[in-house]
């Protein structure tokens, strides 16, 4: 996976595209309705954000050094559980967020960014299979 053509991504799509969080929760949401209501008290949509900004840091973890990615999934799928999240939701908020990503770079996203992603999306897929394992 190239470090390289996934952060080339994200520095396009904010950018281009400014704070994606909006973004992000509007495809979130379009997708899965029902996961808005489990957002009622992020009124501001700071919690969002936090959210997201982790996801950011989570991706260019496992896309470069891999020194905290797979521990912080694996805590963040266990605190989800407390909160009624579903863990099969995990991988589509991830390919949300690279979905989000290759829209906000627009005509600018190219097949090395597409494949670094591709790597990414895969390699978060085996790591939460060995969790719900």
């Not at 996976?1 to 080339?8: G, H, N, P, T």
């Not at 904010?14 to 992020?42: C, H, I, K, N, S």
């Not at 266990?78 to 979905?99: K, Q």
């Not at 996203?109 to 969790?131: E, F, N, Q, S, V």
């Amino acid at each position: 996976m190239s470090l390289a053509a996934v952060e080339a991504s994200l520095a396009l799509a904010a950018e281009r595209g400014g704070d994606l969080t909006p973004a992000v929760y509007a495809r979130l949401f379009a997708r899965l309705p029902q996961m808005e209501a489990e957002f009622w008290r992020d009124r501001s949509g700071a919690i969002r954000g936090e959210m997201l900004a982790r996801v950011f840091e989570v991706i260019l973890d496992l896309a470069g050094p891999r020194a905290y990615a797979e521990q912080m999934i694996g805590t963040e799928y266990v605190t989800h559980d407390a909160y009624g999240i579903p863990r099969a939701l995990f991988p589509v908020f991830f390919a949300v967020v690279a979905e989000a990503v290759e829209a906000a770079c627009g005509d600018g996203w190219t097949p090395a960014m597409a494949d670094g992603w591709a790597a990414l999306l895969a390699d978060i897929d085996a790591m939460l299979g060995k969790l719900a394992a």
